[in-house]
């Protein structure tokens, strides 16, 4: 079994004259009036949440390189980092918290510490990027990680990065300065939908008075004219008298007119474009199936390469050894696409039915686990041995 290479010391060390990049903070940008923090956006949230399942939903696999190709090793590192890698979380949450970080809390990087038990791994877990900060020595150009008042070194733990720094590559950077923007006149729009739909600042029906009635000149007055021809049961009609009051319906302004839809529409775009998602996840147009295969070939299989890299980088030692997270479950296709296809494999002699079963969710066969070979399908060297090319007798 492949056993961790990474140094664990039981006391922090302090290194001299460093310098400590920490976190953006509230200080770090000049803060809106009701700031919302990129978490309570319902569009970042929706982005964050689906890149974080789709991720989550890969199962891990340990593959070797083999001369023949690559193939799936089944161990108990594979069961360790596939099933449990961490104590009180199954490997989908560990997933999903990971990449919350990379997008979300840890503005581009997510850590977790490996906790060893005889030399092997006993847990990976995953450190609460608010209590995070970094330690860089420009003279050595190295850096440390610290986390709590503890100092850990690039060796003890398992940085994941994403969009690196291009100062300190080896520490990625988030959005929150790119969507400040966004998510402000996100917000005002919806502070202005909810004026609209609450319908107070704009009444709809006006009421004309003949001004020179006593009742308009005072406040009491005008309630008591309310009260006389107005204040009606539902549904009953009003009885006024024609000389003296004029009812009219105002139709108020709607989104529309004052072209809300279109702007907002505009910065779900930006916010779907700079997270990496298909903008129909937030409400903008029609779900296209192949624009989603191709956000899980990119975008996905981005984040997955990411967290399959630094994995086998930071765990394993045999060198023809590697993590991989497969995606094929994640693709839109339905049935039929896959039975044709694992058809055509079948009848390759590519694939054995009982694959065939199990991607369409049904139980292996017994019946079904010899090869079907099509009798003109043969090795160059055994066409003399069919008796239909051989001629016939004299």
Known sequence: MARKKKRIRSDPKTEKEVIVYKGATFSDFVLPAGYVKLSDNPEVRIAVDK?????????IHLMENTEKGDKRIKNELSRKIDVNPCKYMTRKAWIYKIVSDLLLHGDGNSIVYPVMRDGLIDELR???????????????REYSVNYCGRV????????????????????????RIVLKDLIR?????????SSFMTGQYMPNVIIKVDALS???????????????YIDVKPGEPWIIPADLLEVQSVKPLSLQDIAINPSVEIDKKTVAGILGIPSFFLGVGNFNKDEYNNFVDTRIMGIGQV????????????????FKLNPRSLYAY??????????????????????????????????MEDLLVLENYLHPEDLSKQKKLKGGED
């Open 334 to 367: 339905n049935l039929t696409d896959m039975v044709n296809a694992g058809t055509s494999m079948v009848k390759l002699n590519a694939m054995r039915r009982n694959e065939l079963r199990d991607w369409v969710g049904m139980n292996p066969d017994d019946e």
């Open 51 to 59: 890149i974080a399942d789709l991720v989550s939903n890969m199962t």
């Open 307 to 322: 967290i399959s890299q630094t994995l086998t980088r930071d765990l394993l030692y045999t060198p023809n050894w590697y």
């Open 185 to 193: 006149n996100l917000k005002q729009a919806n502070k202005t939908k």
């Open 126 to 140: 995953p450190l609460e990027m608010q209590n995070v900060g970094y330690n860089y020595d420009d003279i050595r």
């Open 214 to 228: 006593e009742e308009m000149a005072s406040e009491s007055g005008r309630e008591e004219i309310k009260k006389k």
């Open 152 to 175: 850990y070194e690039p060796e003890e733990i398992l940085h994941f990065v994403v969009n690196p720094s291009p100062i300190y590559p080896w520490k990625g950077t988030g959005y």
